[in-house]
């Protein structure tokens, strides 16, 4: 199965990109997922990446994968104090594996 | 269309007791998943479904048990609440397909006190 591991902390200033990284095990997962889960809600899936890509990118998200070192990242662009949440990465095939989960904090 | 609905939002129970956590879903979704979420920490799942009447264990079965005997609900046992499976449970649900979206309920807030 998989396993899926993040960073648990990220704070960065209003206006500046935020990176926030995760690594996992199999690379049998067809698609990598990033979820957001605002405070005392549930997980919403923000943007995903077929497996046979490098980069994709959706208005101010750019996901990015590198195969080889099975390293997936989710760059913010223009951070905003609405995207303080926790984002999970996220893999596998059907029975989705969550990562442990990184807290962005968004400084005014 | 509700999606996923988890009921209650939130519940107090004291070492011993018993309790069904609710899960209902109405997209017809194939997957059904139960995680907890401890404080700071991510999710671990506790069992999963893949259809009607076809459960199996996740990562930290022990104290929970469930059943589906529909497609729709996938309720969440606890036995003999003991002060570590205090936590936030998600029900979730998902197609059989790729991309797979998983749709999560707004979560239960369980205190076993």
């Known amino acids: 199965g998989e396993d899926v591991e993040q960073s648990l902390f990220l704070s960065v200033r209003e206006g500046d990109s935020s990176v926030i990284n995760c690594t996992y095990t199999d690379s049998s997962s067809t698609y990598l997922y990033w979820y957001k889960q605002e405070p005392g809600a549930g997980l919403q899936l923000l943007t995903y990446?077929?497996?046979?890509?490098d980069m994709k990118q959706d208005q101010r998200l750019t996901v990015l994968l590198n195969k080889k070192d099975k390293h997936l990242s989710l760059r913010i662009a223009d951070t905003q104090t609405g995207d303080s949440a926790i984002y999970f990465c996220a893999g596998g095939y059907q029975k989705v594996t969550f990562g442990t989960g990184t807290k962005l904090q968004v400084i005014p | 269309n509700a999606g996923v609905t988890q009921t209650p939002k939130f519940r107090i129970l004291k070492i011993g007791q018993s309790m069904t956590l609710q899960c209902a879903q109405d997209?017809?979704?194939?997957?059904m998943y139960w995680y907890r979420q401890d404080p700071g920490m991510g999710l671990k799942l506790i069992y999963y479904s893949v259809g009607a009447g076809i459960t199996d264990k996740g990562e930290v079965p022990n104290g929970y048990n469930v059943s589906r005997s529909t497609t729709e609900d996938f309720p969440l046992r606890l036995e003999l609440a003991a002060p570590s499976q205090t936590s936030v449970y998600f029900c979730?649900?998902?197609?059989?397909?790729?991309?797979?979206?998983?749709?999560f309920g707004q979560g239960t807030r369980l205190t076993v006190v």
């Open positions: 990446i077929f497996s046979n890509m």
């Open positions: 979730a649900s998902s197609y059989v397909r790729d991309p797979t979206e998983a749709f």
């Open positions: 997209m017809n979704h194939n997957y």
